[in-house]
């Protein structure tokens, strides 16, 4: 059936291993999606059995291997030369600080020079422990709109559903096993959710073209999921890493500052890296992160093993900086944005527009700032308080979480800048050393 996305949708977006609820605004796509509900869907008790693999080594890139669940296009939000969200409505009206305002058209893919693998955050509402792979209308399909459309400008993208740990399981509105409150890898309702983007994943390297070059993208949850995929396959095999082109990820406990959280994989030094990380935790400038902040910290054992989040002390916590790396400089300096949000409600009474996206030029810059403690992208609006820009920004503030709502759209425009040239190196030197064996 038919379902439009509405005017007005709430996305709570949550990290897999973080209490605090944050929810962020999406506004209407302006297309419709046709999604087909099945009562089919594998249910959320356990880790999705494929078959024999032994064959499928990673050095054979997961060689015919077929998932049983991911060959049915149904259970992906987005797949290439389909009419859905990330092909959704990009059109986007520009509110200069003296407010002119202007519009601008996207970009069109005629050619993507690579593919996106997208894992998207906490989206979706179902009251169990692990999420199914039905896709709703205001979670997941909201959700990757707002976040990855933008980058099928210049990708095909790739976004499979998973069974997640949903909010009502996060927030403790569902019951989970004792040992598996807090979540992490290892635990039970992680590894179902990883099981799930591990099989996709094999799926996609296994069936797309063959020596295509690939960017993760995720946030929060996505962000956890695509950060053991990185450690646990990519990290360990060459020939997966011949075709990572960078990982984007955001809003994430997970990935350490100092370049020692894999053995083969860093942060991006400069835009025309590949085979790197770019990656951040947003919060405004003059409130940077409390001392009991999830975010903008790695924390590892032996948080992931207690069983109440009263029980966590981070005098007992091993944490270190988060990695930031600022999308525009990809050095410690200061630097502009170019944000991209979606129309909401409250853009709506504040400006006169009749696109699905707006952009503010000279609002936001921002700069990565490690404290020894903390590691985090430092964001400051150049506005006053009562410029409707500003306000609109300010509202979605958390003291504990920062600007995790909308951590990809304060600088969305330069995350797939970079997208850009890193798919344009990566291409140049996979034609460079395709002609030197010839």
Not at 28 to 57: F, H, K, N
């Amino acid at each position: 059936m038919r379902l439009a996305l509405p005017r007005l949708i709430t996305v709570c977006l949550f990290a897999l291993t973080v209490l605090v609820i944050s929810c962020a605004t999406a506004g209407d796509s302006g297309v419709s999606t046709t999604v087909e509900q099945t009562a089919t869907a594998p249910l959320a008790t356990a880790p999705i059995t494929t078959g024999p693999i032994e064959t499928q080594t990673r050095d054979a890139l997961y060689q015919n291997y077929a998932s049983a669940v991911y060959s049915d296009p149904k259970v992906w939000l987005c797949l290439p030369d389909v009419d859905d969200v990330c092909e959704g409505e990009r059109t986007t009206t520009v509110i200069y600080p003296d407010g002119r305002t202007e519009v601008i058209a996207a970009e069109a893919n005629s050619d993507a020079l690579v593919d996106c693998f997208y894992v998207y955050p906490t989206a979706s509402h179902d009251m169990a422990p692990n999420s199914d792979l039905i896709p709703d209308p205001e979670g997941e399909l909201a959700t990757a709109w707002n976040q990855v459309s933008r980058y099928s400008e210049i990708c095909d993208v790739y976004a499979p559903m998973y069974r997640q740990r949903p909010m009502p399981a996060v927030s403790g509105l569902v019951e989970v096993p004792e040992d598996d409150l807090i979540g992490g890898p290892g635990t039970t309702g992680f590894e179902i959710a990883y099981a799930d983007v591990f099989d996709a994943f094999r799926h996609y390297i296994s069936n797309a073209a063959e020596g295509r070059g690939f960017i993760l993208i995720g946030h929060s949850q996505g962000t956890a999921m695509l950060t053991e995929l990185l450690r646990r396959e990519i990290d360990q095999s060459p020939l997966l890493r011949d075709r990572f082109v960078s990982a984007h990820l955001f809003g994430g406990a997970h990935i350490a500052a100092g370049g020692n959280e894999f053995e083969k994989i860093s942060g991006c030094a400069d835009a025309t890296e590949v085979g790197c990380i770019i990656a951040y935790n947003t919060f405004h400038d003059d409130a940077p992160p409390v001392a009991d902040s999830w975010f903008g910290r790695t924390w590892h054992h032996p948080s992931w093993s207690i069983s109440s989040w009263e029980d966590l002390s981070w005098e007992k916590v091993v944490s270190a900086p988060s990695l930031c790396v600022n999308p525009k400089t990809f050095t410690s300096g200061k630097a502009e944005f170019t944000p991209y949000f979606p129309v909401s409600e409250e853009i709506e009474k504040a400006f006169d527009v009749d696109t699905f996206w707006v952009t503010y030029p000279g609002l936001l810059f921002g700069q990565c700032v490690n404290d020894g403690t903390f590691g985090y992208l430092s964001v400051e609006i150049h506005a006053g308080l009562t410029d409707p820009r500003a306000t609109h920004i300010s509202s979605r503030f958390d003291s504990q979480s920062g600007l995790h709502d909308v951590d990809m759209n304060i600088a969305l425009g330069d995350l797939v800048a970079a997208a850009k040239t890193q798919s344009a190196n990566y291409s140049s030197s996979v034609s460079l050393h395709t002609n030197s064996k010839h």
